[in-house]
């Protein structure tokens, strides 16, 4: 089993849908979760990041850390066109490195 | 404030050749990190630095060295090209739970 797994889509929907990305775990020890947005040829930009269990919100983005089921989501509320880009999750625990999602390829269609 | 800055953004390299990739952060982290990214395989970790003065193997080192010239700088060097190391590669560095990345440099092993 891989330590995180995540549906590398593609997933595409209209412009104004709900998106809901996923990542599972299986390491119980992980304490920091980030989500990070890459578009085509750049370099992976933090979007966000939870320490812990609990809900983050930062605009129209959502985070959401469920440790009891090793579970976590980004939700984009209202997604745009430049919304469109991989979504890569990660995990670490204080100290060691870091494990990433194979990312999620979005695209929101005008 | 340039976060982390990563010389060259492209480069061809024939088999067999050699070539340094650089990384300067303004961070003022002391862990900086290398990987490669290629499709469908998400980022894998090539070496780290914890500290200025160390470094140790992460993930995939083979046919890589690296060297943390000090705090700013930790450079990646390809002794004899392969085919297998076209990749895009990334630096990053990281604070507490977080790691943050450079735009990349696209490597093509020909």
């Known amino acids: 089993q891989k330590e995180v797994e995540q549906d590398p889509g593609p997933l595409s929907v209209p412009e104004g849908a709900i998106v809901s990305l996923n990542c599972t775990y299986s390491?119980?020890?992980?304490?920091?979760f980030m989500w990070y947005r890459q578009y085509s040829r750049k370099g992976p930009e933090l979007l966000m990041y939870t320490y812990s269990s609990g809900n983050k919100e930062d605009g129209r983005f959502t985070a959401q850390v469920d440790k009891s089921s090793k579970y976590i989501s980004l939700f984009i509320r209202d997604s745009q066109p430049s919304d469109s880009a991989t979504y890569l999750c990660a995990m670490s625990v204080e100290g060691q490195n870091f494990v990433f999602g194979p990312g999620t390829r979005l695209s929101v269609l005008p | 404030n340039a976060g982390v800055t990563q010389t060259p953004k492209f480069q061809v390299l024939k088999t067999g050749q050699s070539m340094t990739l650089q990384c300067a952060q303004d961070?003022?982290?002391?862990?900086m990190y290398w990987y490669r990214q290629d499709p469908g395989m998400g980022l894998r970790l090539i070496y780290y630095?914890?500290?200025?003065?160390?470094?140790d193997k992460g993930e995939v080192p083979n046919g890589y060295n690296v060297s943390r010239l000090n705090k700013r700088e930790f450079s990646l060097r390809l002794e004899s090209a392969a085919p297998s190391q076209t990749s895009v590669y990334f630096c990053a560095t990281r604070f507490g739970g977080i790691q943050y990345f450079g735009a990349g440099t696209r490597l093509s092993v020909l």
């Open positions: 390491n119980s020890a992980f304490q920091y």
């Open positions: 630095s914890a500290s200025e003065g160390t470094t």
């Open positions: 961070m003022n982290h002391n862990s």
